[in-house]
């Protein structure tokens, strides 16, 4: 395939030495070659910058005090030279066909703004828990639709028309969290998006992750964008931005309220979310958590987490 594309990889990190290594090196084995690759070290203090030195002059470098991921994706786009730019955390890693097989569908459809792809979801060390795909993701509307009610798009898994951040702006940095939803919905209401059904990213959840640490700030931010987003699409289109998709994508958000509680073993805020969830949009809800829920309600979470542990053991899953 031709690469007439320049694709600028923007990689933020902070405190990531352990892991920043394998995000470089997941940009390094791609199929696709031309390409940048830009470290934006937000305040890290654990060598991070000893880590970069050793890749030479394939890594260009920048430091700046910590101001978050929004900031430090936004520097990146200020010193990127391509024409397409990419963003990998620095906990992710990427299959060597990511750029080949993204690139040319900028090719095949000039409206295009946006690509992104299907995942693997994968734990600390990267053994994959489950794929992420949605084959639906073929036009537009229902990219929209869906992407109102939640962040379908994690930031490693796209690849983005570098106008569209000339056009639509930067990152918002007044977010600390779903930062890159709030982004990718300005992108949609004025660009195409495309979507490649293979999985193409390694995604790590862990314990030690942003989106972990300040959960309490992070649902405020989140609720923040979920009304920023439909003031938006409500006032471009009313016909993708209505009061059902809203409904829906509050009763997402208290679903995750709710499961949070769980995990803090408080029970009356689990269910009480939970509730609120089932108001908003019924069908919404897995019926799996609505069965947990009720039953460590039923019989108390500890309790009900040493009768899960009882039967994992013997590879029964609840």
Same mark, same amino acid.
């Given at each position: 395939m031709t690469q007439n594309h320049v694709v600028s990889v923007i990689i933020p990190t902070y405190n990531r030495a352990h892991f920043l290594a394998e995000a470089i090196n997941s940009v390094l084995e791609q199929t696709y070659k031309n390409y940048e690759i830009i470290v934006i070290d937000d305040g890290s203090t654990d060598g991070t910058s000893e880590i970069v030195k050793q890749f030479g002059n394939k890594i260009r470098y920048f430091y700046q005090e910590n101001r978050g991921p929004s900031a430090a994706r936004n520097t990146g786009i200020k010193n990127a030279i391509g024409d397409l730019v990419a963003f990998i955390d620095s906990d992710d890693v990427w299959l060597p066909e990511k750029l080949s097989l993204q690139v040319k569908l900028f090719d095949m459809n000039h409206r295009v703004g946006m690509v992104s792809s299907a995942f693997f979801s994968c734990d600390s060390n990267l053994n994959v828990n489950r794929v992420i795909k949605d084959d639906r993701l073929t036009n537009k509307k229902y990219i929209l639709k869906k992407l109102f009610i939640r962040n379908i798009f994690p930031t490693p898994t796209v690849l983005v028309k570098r106008e569209c951040f000339e056009k639509v702006g930067l990152f =918002? *940095?007044?977010?600390? +969290? &779903? *930062?890159? /939803? *709030?982004?990718w919905v300005r992108i949609g209401l004025e660009y195409d998006l495309a979507y490649v059904k293979t999985p193409l990213c390694r995604c790590r959840r862990h314990n030690s992750s942003i989106t972990y640490q300040k959960q309490e700030e992070n649902f405020n931010d989140w609720m923040k964008v979920i009304k920023e987003n439909f003031k938006r699409g409500i006032g471009r289109d009313g016909k993708i931005c209505h009061n059902i998709l809203l409904r829906k994508a509050m009763s997402w958000y208290y679903m995750n309220v709710s499961y949070h509680y769980s995990c803090e073993f408080d029970i009356r805020n689990e269910m009480k979310y939970l509730i609120k969830s089932l108001v *908003? /949009?019924? +069908?919404?809800?897995?019926?799996? $958590?609505? #069965?947990? &829920?009720?039953?460590?309600?039923?019989?108390?979470?500890?309790? $009900?987490?040493?009768?899960?542990? #009882? +039967? =994992? =053991?013997?590879?029964?899953?609840?």
């Open positions: =918002n *940095e007044s977010y600390g +969290f &779903a *930062e890159d /939803w *709030e982004m *908003e /949009w019924p +069908f919404l809800v897995d019926k799996k $958590y609505i #069965l947990t &829920a009720i039953l460590s309600k039923l019989v108390g979470q500890k309790t $009900y987490s040493r009768i899960k542990s #009882l +039967f =994992n =053991n013997v590879k029964v899953k609840l």
